[in-house]
């Protein structure tokens, strides 16, 4: 028996579950369903719940330093995004080309507040075409590496030395040296995932520098040590976790999405919370999401 009691908070029927954020100053969780085209946030203290229809798929929101709205990454962008008054959409880069079949994926903010976004073919997973970009404070992009599959993650170091990154298609999670200036040194292979652990996908570190990680078919988040030891493993009532954030007034509560993509209705019908967004209070804490700016 696991000693993580883990809780559903909202039984949405994600399709693809992805992008969790907590905005502290709101007590709100932001997540979107990305091939529903839809991003959703709750209120944890009040439950208050609301959803934005988007015009085509989003795949992840991140807080300004400022306060003046969102960026998101869009199907074939990334935006400035305002839910209030309306939702209004500007895009700042379009950056692949037309028939590519490219579409943004992840994305997370380091310490700089740069933006690191993956991208990845939509629907064909083999082909090794996936940029990992840097948008840099300035809003100019940049292509900081490529040949990824599924690029998934990432998520930084408590020193902004490294950065986890992962490429799910290959069950990789690498680490790359990070410079002050946003340069990248050679990535080496921080863990490769076996056969039933699942594949590693969306990722968060804690206090003490741990990163947890969403393990697509493996119906577990694990926490691993700054060296890729295996520490402690949530099991998850689902096959595919998608991604996972911590929030919650001490930083403590882990919200984990999921996804009803990529099941059979067999498992769908033996997991009936699949595509639900689950909760699950943690010992350590994590630490504040970075904001762009």
Same mark, same amino acid.
């Given at each position: 028996?696991?000693?993580?009691?883990v809780?559903c908070?909202? /039984?949405?029927?994600?399709?693809?579950?992805?992008?969790?954020?907590?905005?502290? /100053?709101?007590?709100?969780?932001?997540?979107?369903?990305?091939?529903?085209?839809?991003?959703?946030?709750?209120?944890?203290?009040?439950?208050?719940?609301?959803?934005? =229809?988007?015009?085509?798929? #989003?795949?992840?929101?991140?807080?300004?330093?400022?306060?003046?709205?969102?960026?998101?990454?869009?199907?074939d962008?990334?935006?400035?995004?305002?839910?209030?008054?309306?939702?209004?959409?500007?895009?700042?880069?379009r950056?692949?080309? /037309?028939?590519?079949?490219?579409?943004m994926?992840?994305?997370?903010?380091?310490s700089?507040?740069?933006?690191?976004?993956?991208?990845?073919?939509?629907?064909?997973?083999?082909?090794?075409?996936?940029?990992?970009?840097?948008?840099?404070?300035?809003?100019?992009?940049?292509?900081?590496? =490529?040949?990824?599959? #599924?690029?998934?993650?990432?998520?930084f170091?408590?020193?902004?030395?490294?950065?986890y990154?992962?490429?799910?298609?290959?069950g990789?999670?690498?680490?790359?040296?990070?410079?002050?200036?946003?340069?990248?040194?050679a990535?080496r292979?921080?863990?490769?995932?076996? /056969?039933?652990?699942?594949?590693?996908?969306?990722?968060?570190?804690?206090?003490?520098?741990?990163?947890?990680?969403?393990?697509?078919?493996?119906?577990?988040?694990?926490?691993?040590?700054?060296?890729?030891?295996?520490?402690?493993?949530?099991?998850?009532?689902?096959?595919?976790?998608?991604?996972?954030?911590?929030?919650?007034?001490?930083?403590? =509560?882990?919200?984990?999405? =999921?996804?009803r993509?990529d099941?059979?209705?067999?498992?769908?019908?033996?997991?009936?919370?699949?595509g639900?967004?689950?909760?699950?209070?943690?010992?350590?804490?994590?630490?504040?999401?970075?904001?762009f700016?």
């Amino acid at each position: 028996m696991s000693k993580h009691d883990v809780q559903c908070l909202w /039984e949405v029927n994600a399709q693809l579950g992805e992008g969790p954020l907590w905005v502290a /100053e709101q007590n709100r969780l932001y997540f979107v369903d990305l091939k529903n085209q839809t991003l959703h946030s709750q209120d944890v203290v009040s439950g208050q719940r609301r959803s934005w =229809t988007m015009p085509d798929y #989003i795949c992840w929101l991140i807080a300004r330093r400022d306060g003046d709205g969102f960026m998101a990454g869009l199907r074939d962008g990334i935006a400035r995004v305002w839910l209030e008054p309306e939702l209004r959409i500007e895009y700042l880069h379009r950056p692949f080309a /037309e028939g590519s079949g490219l579409r943004m994926n992840d994305a997370k903010v380091d310490s700089a507040g740069r933006i690191w976004a993956g991208s990845m073919h939509n629907t064909d997973y083999a082909q090794a075409i996936g940029t990992l970009f840097r948008l840099d404070t300035d809003l100019t992009l940049h292509a900081a590496d =490529t040949g990824y599959h #599924i690029c998934n993650g990432p998520t930084f170091s408590l020193d902004g030395a490294t950065m986890y990154h992962t490429d799910s298609y290959e069950g990789r999670t690498y680490a790359y040296p990070l410079s002050a200036n946003g340069t990248l040194g050679a990535p080496r292979i921080w863990r490769q995932f076996g /056969e039933g652990e699942g594949s590693p996908d969306g990722m968060t570190v804690d206090s003490e520098g741990c990163v947890w990680i969403a393990q697509w078919g493996g119906s577990r988040v694990c926490r691993y040590s700054p060296e890729g030891e295996l520490l402690d493993t949530i099991p998850v009532p689902v096959r595919n976790p998608a991604s996972c954030a911590f929030g919650g007034a001490d930083l403590k =509560t882990l919200y984990i999405t =999921t996804a009803r993509e990529d099941n059979t209705p067999e498992q769908l019908a033996a997991h009936p919370l699949t595509g639900a967004v689950f909760a699950v209070r943690v010992d350590v804490a994590g630490v504040p999401a970075g904001r762009f700016g």
